[in-house]
């Protein structure tokens, strides 16, 4: 059951649609992507800025420092976190700061830290078929647009 939030964060009013299930993706219009948008780059941003630390710590560890299974448990902590977020959106996680946007005829797509959703790719071409987003609007003129 979906169910709508409308608040203030940071003195920008919102409204987030919530679903049901963490696994189960959404149908977004560019429209609706585009409102989630900012919120899905904060969630990034943080998590982003929360990993560089322990990143840098599991680098500078050798294989055999009895700290680094501890190290290795923050990292998965704060990525499993970061995934969570994003599937209880409504996205589709398809790698580390890689999400997309289900469109119902394929995705919307957004690495970070691109500042906005400016790629689109079919179902079955994935990351490796992405096309600039206002081309493929001109070309095909999708109803998700």
Known sequence: MASTFVGDMNSTAYSITQIGSC??????T???A???????????????DELCPVR?????????????????????IIVKRWVSKMERLGLVVKGLWLVDFDTGDGFLCWKYP?????????????????????????ELAPDWA
Do not use: W
Request: glycine share 4%.
């Open 23 to 28: 696994r189960d993706p959404r149908i977004f």
């Open 30 to 32: 560019l429209e609706e």
């Open 34 to 48: 585009r409102q989630l948008f900012p919120l899905v780059q904060r969630i990034t941003n943080s998590a982003y």
């Open 56 to 76: 840098q710590r599991l680098e500078n560890l050798l294989s055999t420092d009895p700290r680094l299974v501890t190290v290795e448990r923050d990292y998965e």
């Open 114 to 138: 691109e500042l906005k959703i400016g790629h689109y790719h079919d179902y079955d071409t994935g990351i490796s078929g992405r096309r600039r987003l206002d081309e493929v609007i001109e």
